[in-house]
């Protein structure tokens, strides 16, 4: 299933690194989000793009930058990352991020495994 | 009360049998509900959608009390394949953000 691509699948970074994970649909969703997933901790919502618009930034420290270029593609640049950063971060997207509009599953990524050195 | 809270588990079955787990939640506006599976070191993929009157997909049934907010997962005949951490979701009323719950953990035994 190709649906949400991410790149790359791992990821070790030092410190002072800079580096930007990507992600692609091709489902035709309007809306785009960022997932952090840690060791025993539920999934933690980090951005979300409705129609390239953030709408959502869920007190993500400034070390994290998403972008949002077209519907299709999210970025999230890195850069002087800590540790405990080390996470799974997991793209997904949906039908029709609109306030009105409940019933729009996610469709995620296979995530970006990232070490923090 | 916990937005979403799932009793983490694990659970130990043997094949064949049938194991349910549930779901609570916490806002009782909330609109629309999900079990997602992830496997070990995978992403989440969604299982089903829970509708008010309940719904079935093939070993798996999914229901929804309103009245006691949880949502609860059903599966018979179970199969070694369905050992799997399984999440529940919730979207509630009052923004975009979806809930996460923490996940049960399922291992079918042999």
């Known amino acids: 299933e190709t649906g949400v691509t991410q790149t790359p699948r791992h990821l070790v970074m030092g410190m002072t690194n800079k580096k930007s994970l990507k992600c692609e649909q091709h489902l035709g969703h309007n809306a785009m989000y960022w997932y952090k997933q840690s060791a025993k901790k539920p999934l933690e919502l980090m951005f979300v793009y409705n129609f390239k618009e953030q709408t959502e930034n869920n007190s993500v420290p400034s070390r994290f930058s998403p972008e949002c270029p077209n519907s299709s593609h999210l970025f999230l640049h890195l850069h002087t990352l800590q540790p405990e950063d080390s996470a799974l971060y997991l793209c997904a997207s949906s039908q029709d991020g609109n306030r009105n509009s409940y019933n729009s599953p996610l469709h995620f990524g296979n995530g970006t495994r990232l070490t923090v050195t | 009360r916990k937005e979403v809270e799932q009793d983490p588990g694990p659970f130990n079955v043997p094949e064949g049998a049938t194991v349910a787990f549930n779901c609570t939640y916490s806002?009782?506006?909330?609109?629309?509900f999900f079990w997602y599976r992830q496997d070990c070191r995978k992403e989440p993929k969604l299982l089903m959608s829970v509708y008010s009157s309940g719904n079935e997909d093939g070993r798996f049934t999914a229901q929804l009390n309103r009245a006691s907010q949880y949502i609860s997962l059903l599966i018979r005949d179970s199969k070694l394949s369905d050992s799997a951490t399984y999440l529940c979701v919730v979207n509630p009323n009052r923004d975009d953000k979806i809930i996460f719950g923490k996940g049960t953990r399922l291992h079918i035994l042999p």
């Open positions: 806002n009782s506006a909330s609109q629309s």
